[in-house]
């Protein structure tokens, strides 16, 4: 089946920008999605299609899938205290019509 | 305002059975397919089955397949999961979600989460 790599785990420090990656054989031509999952609490979709956020998330957190690379990425910029979760990215297997998620990346904000 | 309630997780013999519902309110329940996702302790996410807006196309990760099954019932605008033969690898929250495109079968992801119910299977 499908498999999505994430990196474990990544930091910035506060006003800094990351980036986390979602790696997966011809990612570029499905869309990817990403969710925050704060420590104790249910995920929260942060990002749909690539590039879209749902209301209410703020610009700060962006995406991108080029079609040319095997990866995905989210991007948080000005990072606060607050982005301190796991992030999941996920996809649809159209070859066994189910969802896909990423082992998800911890970002720990220093 | 959207919410998912889940009800059901609790404590759990190997080999025994549960059921989880999830209830939903806010939204029209009959129009959107509803997945459970699981999570065991300090893991990731992990699919486990989904049922179709119109009850039709039900769907098992490999893991529950011929163990667990989902239904719903629209009189009660819930979505249940009965889960047997239950076993050690089966301890995690279980969270419901909903698809987020109306009346899609393979909705692509998901808009709204339950806050979750544990299950743990220990004998």
């Known amino acids: 089946s499908y498999v999505l790599t994430q990196p474990p785990s990544v930091s910035a420090a506060p006003g800094q920008s990351v980036t986390i990656s979602c790696g997966g054989n011809h990612i570029g031509e499905t869309s990817v999605h990403w969710y925050q999952q704060r420590p104790g609490q249910a995920p929260v979709l942060v990002l749909y299609?690539?590039?879209?956020?749902p209301s209410g998330i703020p610009e700060r957190f962006s995406g991108s899938n080029p079609g040319s690379t095997a990866t995905a990425t989210l991007t948080i910029s000005r990072v606060e205290a607050g982005d301190e979760a796991a992030y999941y990215c996920?996809?649809?297997?159209?070859?066994?019509?189910?969802?896909?998620f990423g082992g998800g990346t911890k970002l720990t904000v220093l | 305002e959207v919410h998912l309630v889940e009800s059901g997780g609790s404590v759990a013999q190997p080999g025994g059975s549960q059921r989880l519902s999830c209830a939903g309110s806010?939204?029209?329940?009959?129009?959107?397919?509803i997945y459970w996702v699981r999570q065991a302790p300090g893991k990731g996410l992990e699919w486990v089955s989904f049922?179709?807006?119109?009850?039709?196309?039900?769907s098992y990760a490999d893991s529950v397949r011929g163990r667990f099954t989902i239904s719903r019932d629209s009189s009660q605008n819930s979505v249940y999961l009965q889960m047997n033969s239950l076993t050690i690898e089966d301890t995690a929250f279980y969270y419901c979600?909903?698809?987020?495109?109306?009346?899609?079968?393979?909705?692509?992801?998901?808009?709204?989460w339950g806050q979750g119910t544990l299950l743990t299977v220990s004998s």
């Open positions: 049922i179709s807006w119109d009850g039709v196309t039900v």
């Open positions: 299609d690539d590039i879209d956020r």
């Open positions: 996920q996809v649809w297997d159209r070859t066994t019509d189910h969802p896909v």
């Open positions: 979600t909903k698809g987020a495109r109306r009346y899609d079968v393979v909705a692509g992801y998901f808009d709204y």
């Open positions: 806010g939204f029209m329940f009959d129009d959107y397919t």
